[in-house]
C-alpha cells in the first residue's frame, strides 16, 4: 500500500530565507503527487500537483516541488519565505486507479520568525 | 464557483451522544470524501462516494459512524456514540469524478470536541 513521510513536524525558517519541505513516499509506480497548506481553522488549498512530465513543478504562491523518482521524493520549495506562509503543509500521494483516494502525510507545521 | 460548504463549525458534545456533520459539495462534483483530522496528524479518508454510491469505506468506524449521500448531492456524517478520540477536524471534499487526478475542493471542516 502506498504511504507518505513527511520528516520534519515543525520547521522555523526567518522572513526572507529559503524554505525546503521534505516529502518521501512508497509506490510501486510514479503516483500522483500533490502539496496542500492548510491555515488556522481553515480547510486545504491546492499548491501545486505533479501527474508526469517535467519534474520541477509550479504552484501557487511563488511555490515550486521537484519529482525525484531515484529518490522518492516531492520537495518543495520556495526561495524567498513570507510571514502569510506560516501554515500547515501536507503532501498526498494519489494512485493512477479511478476510485482510490488521496493518501496524505502527517505535515509540516512552518513558523515564520521576523 | 461557490466552495464546499459544512457546517456547523465548531461542535462540542460529551462521550455517548450523538452528532452529525453536513456537506454541500461543488455542483456537478460526483466525487465526494469524508477525511478525519485529528490534531497533529494529516487526513484519514473515511468514505468515498461516487454520486450516491458507497466507494470506500473500510477505514470507517461502522459501530459508531454512518454517512450517506442521498441524490448523489448533499451528505452527512454521522458519530452515534460518540467517544474521546473522535475529537478531530472532520473534512469534507468533492471532485468532478473518481480519480486522484480531479483536483480536490476542501471545506473548512468541523472541529469536533468531545469532552
Known amino acids: 500500500a502506498q504511504s507518505v513521510t513527511q520528516p520534519d513536524i515543525h520547521i522555523t525558517v526567518s522572513e526572507g530565507a529559503s524554505l525546503e519541505l521534505r516529502c518521501n513516499y512508497s509506490?510501486?509506480?510514479?503516483?500522483?503527487l500533490f502539496w496542500y497548506v492548510q491555515s488556522p481553522g481553515q480547510g486545504l488549498q491546492l499548491l501545486l500537483k505533479?501527474?508526469?512530465?517535467?519534474?520541477l513543478v509550479q504552484g501557487i504562491k511563488g511555490f515550486e516541488a521537484e519529482f525525484k523518482r531515484s529518490q522518492s521524493s516531492f520537495n518543495l520549495r520556495k526561495p524567498s519565505v513570507h510571514w502569510s506562509d506560516a501554515a500547515e503543509y501536507f503532501c498526498?500521494?494519489?494512485?493512477?486507479?479511478?476510485?482510490?483516494?488521496?493518501?496524505f502525510g502527517k505535515g509540516t507545521t512552518l513558523s515564520v520568525s521576523s | 464557483e461557490a466552495g464546499v460548504a459544512q457546517s456547523p463549525r465548531y461542535k462540542i458534545i460529551e462521550k455517548r451522544q450523538s452528532v452529525a456533520f453536513w456537506c454541500n459539495p461543488i455542483?456537478?462534483?460526483?466525487?465526494l470524501y469524508w477525511y478525519q483530522q485529528i490534531l497533529g496528524q494529516g487526513p484519514k479518508l473515511l468514505i468515498q462516494?461516487?454520486?450516491?454510491?458507497?466507494?470506500?469505506d473500510s477505514q470507517l468506524p461502522k459501530d459508531r459512524f454512518s454517512a450517506e449521500r442521498l441524490k448523489g448531492v448533499d451528505s452527512t456524517l454521522k458519530i452515534q456514540p460518540a467517544k474521546l478520540e473522535d475529537s478531530a477536524v472532520y473534512l469534507c471534499?468533492?471532485?468532478?469524478?473518481?480519480?486522484?487526478?480531479?483536483?480536490?475542493?476542501f471545506g473548512s471542516g468541523t472541529r469536533l470536541t468531545v469532552v
Open positions: 455542483s456537478g462534483h460526483a466525487t
Open positions: 471534499a468533492s471532485s468532478l469524478d473518481w480519480g486522484a487526478n480531479y483536483g480536490y475542493t
Open positions: 505533479y501527474f508526469s512530465g517535467d519534474t
Open positions: 509506490y510501486g509506480a510514479t503516483p500522483y
Open positions: 498526498a500521494v494519489g494512485v493512477r486507479q479511478a476510485g482510490t483516494a488521496l493518501i
Open positions: 462516494f461516487q454520486n450516491n454510491g458507497v466507494v470506500d
